[in-house]
């Protein structure tokens, strides 16, 4: 394929995106709320699950396949749901932090409390850095790419169409590559445990910022365990 064959693919519009990875990822959320203890979230589950659980019915109605349609309420949906389970997430990690310095509750309860709630917030900020970038994720198909907003991110799909062909074949110009959820949360999780970019670099202040609380997040929790689980080994 040459240069300019390869620019005019990357011009067309991509496949839309299923909707259930996103959608399985906020059921492995709303779940963990449900199993959280007590001590972390308490009667504040009846609350946000009920929230949530509405937001991702709205945002399943209006697209329940494929991610084809983009309403004004199906974005404001979209990023409210969000932003209510990042904001949740932070509440539950400066609780989780609180009660890991006190040292007042059962060693294994928060132990395992930690872990559910690095595993939502991974799977949170996959799911903002998805709603975020290039317009979100039906901009990010559905429009030309001449017509899509800033990126947040480059991917190394997006620079890698004069590399080897068998590596090119995969590029943004030469088969309109457009990222997906699995690619957000696979970045989300490099980034909560590497507490560093990886292979995918962020282009705006929000998204460094963003990427900055989530490391220091992880990091912050990752410390607290550590402590935590050498105090009851002793």
């Not at 007590?38 to 589950?45: A, E, I, K, Y």
């Not at 991610?67 to 997430?89: C, D, E, H, P, Y």
């Not at 957000?184 to 929000?206: E, G, I, K, Q």
Request: net charge negative; aromatic share 8%.
């Amino acid at each position: 394929m040459s240069e300019d064959e390869g620019e005019s693919v990357a011009e067309e519009k991509a496949q839309a995106e299923h909707r259930w990875p996103a959608a399985v990822g906020v059921l492995a959320i709303i779940a963990s709320y449900a199993l959280l203890p007590d001590s972390l979230l308490g009667f504040t589950r009846y609350l946000v699950i009920p929230v949530c659980l509405a937001l991702l019915l709205a945002v399943i109605v209006i697209n329940p396949h494929r991610l084809v349609k983009q309403t004004v309420w199906s974005r404001r949906f979209g990023m409210m749901l969000v932003l209510v389970i990042g904001a949740t997430n932070q509440v539950l990690l400066v609780v989780l932090i609180l009660k890991l310095v006190e040292n007042t509750e059962d060693g294994p309860t928060l132990l395992l409390g930690a872990l559910q709630i690095w595993l939502t917030n991974v799977i949170g900020f996959a799911l903002l850095y998805w709603e975020l970038d290039r317009g979100g994720p039906v901009a990010r198909t559905q429009r030309r790419r001449r017509d899509l907003p800033p990126a947040d991110f480059r991917f190394p799909q997006d620079e890698d169409h004069d590399a080897v062909s068998e590596v090119s074949v995969h590029s943004s110009i030469r088969s309109n590559w457009r990222p997906g959820f699995v690619d957000y949360l696979y970045f989300s999780l490099s980034n909560s445990m590497a507490f560093s970019p990886t292979d995918v670099m962020p282009l705006t202040h929000r998204t460094k910022l963003l990427m900055g609380l989530e490391a220091f997040a992880g990091f912050a929790l990752l410390a607290l365990v550590i402590a935590r689980g050498v105090s009851l080994l002793g």
